[in-house]
Structures are given as C-alpha cells and as structure tokens.
C-alpha cells in the first residue's frame, strides 16, 4: 500500500530564517505531488505541483519554493520567511491528475 | 467560476441527529465531487465522492446527494457520533485536461453528546 511522510510536524522559525518542508511517498512509482496551504476558513490552496522529477508548477506566486529531486520526494523552501508564511502545510499525492488525492499529515509552521 | 462554496462555516448537531453540508459551484465542466474529512492535527482524508451520472451515493452512515440542475451537492451523516466531529471540505474538478481540485472552505463539524 502507499504511504506518505511529511516532516517535520511543527516547526517555529523566526523571520527571515530559511525553510525546507520533506514529503516522501511511498509504495508507488512516478506520483504527481501537490503542496497545499490551509488557512483558517480558507480552506486548502494550491502552491506547487509536481508530475515528475524537475517539474514544478507554480499556483500561486509568494515567498516559497519547491523542488522535487526524486520521483517520490518533494520539498517546500524558503530563503527567508516571513511572518505571513506561517500556516498549516500539506503534501498530497495522486497517481494522476483525476486520481483521488491523498494527504500527509501536515507541518503547522510558526514565523515568529 | 472556479469557486466551489461551501456552508455552513461551522455546524452543532446532536448525538444522533443528522448533519447536513451544502456546497454549490459554477462551473459546469466540474465532474468530479469529493468530500474530505480532517481530524485536528492531522492531513485531510477522502471520505466519500460523486460523479453525477447518480443523483446520490451511499457509503455507510455518509450519503452525498447531487443535484445538477441546482448545481450543488451536499453530505449527510445519518446518526452523527462525536467521533465524527471533524472539518469537513467539499471539492470539485473537471474530468478532462489539467484541472487540479478546487475546494471549499470547510466546515467544522462537532457533536455533541
């Protein structure tokens, strides 16, 4: 069966320090990957999504980057955050894009 | 057109009684209506989804219903538990090209004793 694991589960950095979010998937091959945002009574929002290794699309333009240096692992980065990235952060996978999504658990990142 | 709206914001029910979320949509290439739940802490799950070639489905004590023409669809909880005190999300995405899931704003769902 597939399992996903994000890290780490809560994170306080302070302003301007670097980010960099780990989600890996396994027990499939060549998933498409997804970065989501959930803010309180804003629901889930698309930041980056992936269908193979070095293709990153972008949904929303900010502070923060994504990477995917292996099939199954994708990394959310920041050089400097801010205070407005703090939030509650998501990776999810699909074997395709109109496969149902699944998600990890989440990292809860405070910018102090 | 891309917005899927979703009430209410937060929903008290009863041990027993039955919960009802609403979601409404726009766009009319959406074929695809998931419900998620999300526990505190945790990533959301997909609980339950409708294509509308049906007007309803069932799985359990959840039941999505559908109707087209309103173009809306909502989720009931028959017999509503405090275990099932959780956000719920509503989503929707065309069949066809890239689209990727569009969803509501949650609800936050709690039962009480």
């Known amino acids: 069966s597939q399992t996903i694991h994000q890290w780490p589960a809560t994170l306080v950095q302070p302003v301007g320090s670097p980010l960099s979010l780990e989600c890996t998937v396994e027990?499939?091959?060549?998933?498409?990957l997804y970065w989501y945002r959930q803010a309180a009574g804003r629901g889930l929002q698309l930041l980056f999504y992936?269908?193979?290794?070095?293709?990153i699309s972008s949904e929303v333009p900010q502070n923060l980057s994504a990477s995917r240096p292996q099939d199954r692992q994708f990394i959310l980065s920041s050089k400097k955050l801010l205070l407005s990235d703090s939030g509650f952060y998501l990776c999810?996978?699909?074997?395709?894009?109109?496969?149902?999504?699944?998600f990890g658990n989440g990292t809860r990142l405070t910018v102090t | 057109q891309q917005q899927v709206k979703q009430s209410p914001q937060s929903l008290i029910v009863q041990k027993g009684g039955i919960s009802i979320i609403n979601c409404a949509y726009e766009n009319t290439a959406f074929d695809y209506f998931p419900w998620y739940q999300q526990f505190p802490g945790k990533g959301p799950a997909l609980l339950i989804a409708i294509r509308p070639d049906v007007s309803e489905k069932k799985e359990g004590r959840f039941t999505i219903s559908f109707n087209k023409s309103a173009k809306q669809f909502s989720l009931h909880i028959m017999d509503s538990q405090p275990g099932d005190s959780a956000t719920y999300f509503c989503?929707?995405?065309?069949?066809?090209?890239?689209?990727?899931?569009?969803f509501g704003t949650g609800t936050r769902l709690t039962i009480i004793p």
């Open positions: 027990g499939t091959s060549n998933p498409n």
């Open positions: 992936s269908v193979g290794i070095g293709q």
């Open positions: 989503a929707a995405r065309p069949n066809f090209g890239n689209e990727k899931l569009t």
């Open positions: 999810a996978w699909s074997r395709s894009v109109h496969s149902p999504l699944h």
